[in-house]
């Protein structure tokens, strides 16, 4: 498959699985393909040098890295990186070597995460720790990590240096607590706020912030683009965590309710445990552990029926309103107007 037939599956996502209008929880929305259109030929240039960069790779640590890209997913990373370096005016080498670095860094921090939460697919294909071993699947990651780093180490920014690595040790941290507070049942806000950062919004922040760095951006433009990128992750998370109760297994291509039961506790099920009539049902529930296959698919019902849906939904919507506003920084551009368009894109994705 060349480079072009890869993206567009990467970026494919079938009219059945959108949400639909008038359902409730999120409006509408464009699919990948229509949002990154302005790009396109970015991102085609972009998967050709990925999967080139992987091809160069001992044999094993290539066909597992191919595996684990050709399985996809929207390259909104990369995305956010040319987008945010054509607000200025980038060198294209610098553009491409930076979003292959941090998609080969985002791609190293999957792979962990499947082997440390024994997941054995990922986008409906195995995973690595299930074709090769834990042991393999951590020197993968580990060497994954390491090549998005060199590769970010040549564009020569001490910036970028700075941000990556203080990213790597945030996203790090952020696993530690997660898999600390697995099973807390009442975490704060506060507490869900800042694992979904440190999991996800502090590399969209860093994409942003870099591609600002590269498109020779002043630093009070790299400082809204990394506030816009820190928001539309929290809105991402947040609204990817909803996914989790409100989608079905077919387009989630895992159980329902998964998270729950790999004891990750999420803003729906906390803002569904303090609903006045479906929160004492929960309760109920968490007071005869472990809990069963049962059990979890009652608590996935009880969230559907209570008001979390729609706040967890509004709070997602709130985050994406406020990165929008950070692009009032940037005169009007197609690459303003697709950043944008991201912001409503995040919320209302299926899958």
């Known amino acids: 498959m060349d480079a072009r037939g890869a993206l567009r599956r990467a970026m494919q996502m079938p009219t059945e699985t959108r949400l639909p209008a008038g359902s409730g929880v999120f409006p509408a929305t464009m699919d990948t393909h229509t949002l990154l259109e302005p790009i396109l030929g970015e991102l085609i240039e972009f998967e050709g040098r990925l999967e080139a960069a992987v091809a160069a790779d ?3 640590m290539a066909e597992a890295m191919r595996h684990i890209v ?3 997913g929207k390259r909104i990373r990369p995305a956010l990186v040319i987008l945010s370096s054509r607000l200025g005016s980038p060198r294209m080498e610098h553009v491409y ?3 292959m670095g941090i998609e080969f860094i985002h791609t190293a921090t999957l792979v962990h995460d499947d082997l440390i939460d024994r997941s054995p697919t990922r986008r409906g294909m195995t995973t690595i720790h299930e074709l090769m071993g834990a042991a393999p699947a951590i020197i993968i ?3 994954y990590f390491a090549k998005g780093a060199n590769l970010l180490a040549g564009i020569g920014s001490p910036a970028i240096d700075a941000a990556i690595s203080n990213t790597v040790m945030t996203i790090c941290m952020g696993e530690l607590l997660q898999m600390i507070s697995k099973d807390d049942y009442h975490q704060s806000l506060e507490d869900y706020h800042r694992k979904i950062e440190r999991k996800t919004a502090t590399l969209l922040a860093t ?3 870099c591609g600002g760095v590269v498109g020779g951006m002043e630093a009070d433009q790299r400082a809204a683009l990394q506030r816009y990128g820190h928001k539309l992750g929290m809105a991402f998370q947040i609204a ?3 996914l989790d109760y409100v989608a079905t297994e077919e387009e989630l291509g895992k159980p329902v309710g998964a998270d729950l039961r790999q004891g990750t506790v999420t803003l729906p099920f906390m803002l569904a445990l303090q609903d006045p009539v479906v929160g004492p049902k929960l309760a109920g529930l968490l007071e005869h552990p472990p809990l069963e296959d049962g059990d979890y698919e009652s608590i996935v019902e009880l969230v559907r029926r209570s008001g979390a849906v729609a706040a967890t939904a509004k709070a997602a919507q709130e985050f994406a ?3 929008r506003a950070e692009l009032a920084a940037f005169p009007p551009s197609s690459a303003r107007d697709t950043l944008e368009a991201a912001c409503e894109y995040v919320v209302g ?3």
């Open 58 to 60: 001992l044999g094993p």
């Open 70 to 72: 050709r399985a996809g």
């Open 97 to 99: 070597d930076l979003a």
């Open 141 to 143: 990651g580990d060497y």
């Open 207 to 209: 994409a942003c912030f």
């Open 240 to 242: 990817d965590d909803l």
């Open 321 to 323: 309103r406020e990165a």
């Open 349 to 351: 994705r299926r899958i």
